[in-house]
T-cell receptor, first 114, second 113 residues
Framework: EAQVTQNPRYLITVTGKKLTVTCSQN?????MSWYRQDPGLGLRQIYY???????DKGDVPEGYKVSRKEKRNFPLILESPSPNQTSLYFC?????????????FGEGSRLTVL | SQQGEEDPQALSIQEGENATMNCSYK?????LQWYRQNSGRGLVHLIL?????REKHSGRLRVTLDTSKKSSSLLITASRAADTASYFC?????????????FGKGTKLSVIP
């Protein structure tokens, strides 16, 4: 089954404790992206990647890092989480390298930073 | 980056009625997409309409695009309780240099059985 898989789905952590949210897709897509969703603000893009070893900032990259060492994986790293990073996070992928075609989304990772 | 704006923010209708949601955007686009999100779940792609298309259908969905007014509408006919969800429009940027889809804040649709 074609899918984007995120882990963990739910996480409660404390300020400053490094964490990684993993994302994996099995569709051989070139493009992958991370979004965060907050009430009243909609979905905002954090980082995206058009190919292996190619990443770029989205609209809200501060406090986040990403890497794209393999085509299928695109982990989101929070080096020192803060409460304002409490949010619902989505990973997405697209066959279109430019990322403007149909996006396939994971089920989301709800992160709470205390 | 540009952003689509959906209207209304919330819509409540009876089962069987039609639901219409609108999206306005600011600058020229190559394509516009509509997505559905069930509460707290991942977004699901519904339909993509290119800038040179005026209307597109998919099952009970009808999407129109008016590039002169920079607006799009999503019509769901004969709504069902299962259509209860948030609906988002997403736009890309002009030209090949844009690698982002930008989402609006969504319309929350409630279909009452």
């Amino acid at each position: 089954e074609a899918q984007v898989t995120q882990n963990p789905r739910y996480l409660i952590t404390v300020t400053g404790k490094k964490l990684t949210v993993t994302c994996s897709q099995n569709m051989n897509h070139e493009y992958m992206s991370w979004y965060r969703q907050d009430p009243g603000l909609g979905l905002r893009q954090i980082y995206y990647s058009m190919n292996v070893e190619v990443t770029d900032k989205g609209d809200v990259p501060e406090g986040y890092k990403v890497s794209r060492k393999e085509k299928r994986n695109f982990p989101l790293i929070l080096e020192s989480p803060s409460p304002n990073q409490t949010s619902l996070y989505f990973c997405a992928s697209s066959l279109s390298q430019g990322g403007t075609g149909e996006l396939f989304f994971g089920e989301g990772s709800r992160l709470t930073v205390l | 980056s540009q952003q689509g704006e959906e209207d209304p923010q919330a819509l409540s209708i009876q089962e069987g009625e039609n639901a219409t949601m609108n999206c306005s955007y600011k600058t020229s686009i190559n394509n516009l997409q509509w997505y559905r999100q069930n509460s707290g779940r991942g977004l699901v792609h519904l339909i993509l309409i290119r800038s040179n298309e005026r209307e597109k259908h998919s099952g009970r969905l009808r999407v129109t695009l008016d590039t002169s007014k920079k607006s799009s509408s999503l019509l769901i006919t004969a709504s069902r309780a299962a259509d209860t969800a948030s609906y988002f429009c997403a736009t890309d940027g002009p030209g090949a240099g844009s690698y982002q889809l930008t989402f609006g804040k969504g319309t929350k649709l409630s279909v009452i059985p």
